[in-house]
């Protein structure tokens, strides 16, 4: 059982930073792309930022300049460090691996908060 554990998430005031972090373990397959989504409240999930297992990035425009994704490809850690925060920021977010079969594996999800 693929196992995504995710930790990092919590309140913050608007301006401020968070770091998440997610390390997958408990699978025997190569990892194509690692990832984050979120998630808020009346809102389809949307793609966060990526990065592929050579290091290509893809965000988001509503992020772009304020949130910068890596990796740790030995400790199949992935990490969002989230700077210059606002109120809608604020949402489920959810870590994210694909495998080269596109098949998407999800962890359960932390809550980000942003207070104005």
């Known amino acids: 059982q693929v196992q995504l554990v995710e930790s990092g998430g919590g309140l913050v005031q608007a301006g401020g930073s968070l770091r998440l972090s997610c390390a997958a373990s408990?699978?025997?397959?190569?990892?194509?792309?690692m990832g984050w989504y979120r998630q808020a409240a009346g809102r389809q999930r949307e793609l966060v930022a990526a990065?592929?297992?050579?290091?290509?990035?893809n965000y988001a425009d509503s992020i772009k300049g304020r949130f910068t994704i890596s990796s740790d490809n030995a400790n199949n850690t992935v990490y969002l460090q989230m700077n210059s925060l606002n109120p809608e920021d604020t949402a489920v977010y959810y870590c994210n691996i694909r495998t080269w079969d596109l098949i998407d594996y999800w962890g359960q999800g932390t809550q980000v908060t942003v207070s104005s």
């Open positions: 990065i592929t297992s050579d290091g290509r990035k």
């Open positions: 408990r699978f025997d397959f190569d990892i194509n792309i």
